[in-house]
Antibody
Framework: QVQLQESGPGLVKPSETLSLTCTVSGGSISSYYWSWIRQPPGKGLEWIGYIYYSGSTNYNPSLKSRVTISVDTSKNQFSLKLSSVTAADTAVYYC???????????????????WGKGTTVTVSS | EIVLTQSPDFQSVTPKEKVTITCRASQSIGSSLHWYQQKPDQSPKLLIKYASQSISGVPSRFSGSGSGTDFTLTINSLEAEDAATYYCHQSSSLPWTFGQGTKVEIK
């Protein structure tokens, strides 16, 4: 059974870069997309972006100028970097596996089926 | 960006009652709509994929329906363990988005 575990500093200073890693265990990182999602305290979910195991990415335009997602297949890990953070970036950050379903007509749909437990990141001096 | 609007925001329900949560998309998303359950201090858990497809291990009292812009999550015969916040999520077009959530409380 695939499991995901987020890791990284729980406290980041304003204007610095938030760096998190998601380690995939119980399965290979290959052949899937992998995503980051965040949830500010008491609020809803926000999709940050995803990466394919080959390295292609897609980001939320609201964060695109500050976000980089990368993958290290040799370590079965993918990572998130968010630059120039402010208090508004304080949130629980989740990583998730993106699975796909196939429909007739060569159509694929995507959904996030396995999530990590999440890690809390606070932006404060 | 596609906006998903859930209703209601909050629902207080007695056990064994039926719960209906709706999710409306700002434009057609086909059936690329998924439902998640999030209990306090836990990560979201996938309940329904592609509007109505069941997920292995999820109790059969959870079901989904809809297509286009209007979707429904139904919980038949609510149990105490179903107290949670429920989110819809669309993956039809980028950026992926979520509804604001519906909190279900057990009376």
């Amino acid at each position: 059974q695939v499991q995901l575990q987020e890791s990284g500093p729980g406290l980041v200073k304003p204007s610095e870069t938030l760096s998190l890693t998601c380690t995939v265990s119980g399965g290979s990182i290959s052949s899937y997309y992998w995503s980051w999602i965040r949830q500010p305290p008491g609020k809803g979910l926000e999709w940050i972006g995803y990466i394919y195991y080959s390295g292609s990415t897609n980001y939320n335009p609201s964060l695109k100028s500050r976000v980089t997602i990368s993958v290290d297949t040799s370590k079965n890990q993918f990572s998130l970097k968010l630059s120039s953070v402010t208090a508004a970036d304080t949130a629980v950050y989740y990583c998730a596996r993106v699975n796909s379903g196939y429909l007739p007509g060569n159509y694929y749909y995507y959904y996030m089926d396995v999530w990590g437990k999440g890690t809390t990141v606070t932006v404060s001096s | 960006e596609i906006v998903l609007t859930q209703s209601p925001d909050f629902q207080s329900v007695t056990p064994k009652e039926k719960v209906t949560i709706t999710c409306r998309a700002s434009q057609s998303i086909g059936s690329s709509l998924h439902w998640y359950q999030q209990k306090p201090d836990q990560s979201p858990k996938l309940l329904i994929k592609y509007a109505s497809q069941s997920i292995s291990g999820v109790p059969s009292r959870f079901s989904g329906s809809g297509s286009g812009t209007d979707f429904t999550l139904t919980i038949n015969s609510l149990e105490a363990e179903d107290a949670a916040t429920y989110y819809c999520h669309q993956s039809s077009s980028l950026p992926w988005t979520f509804g604001q959530g519906t909190k279900v409380e057990i009376k």
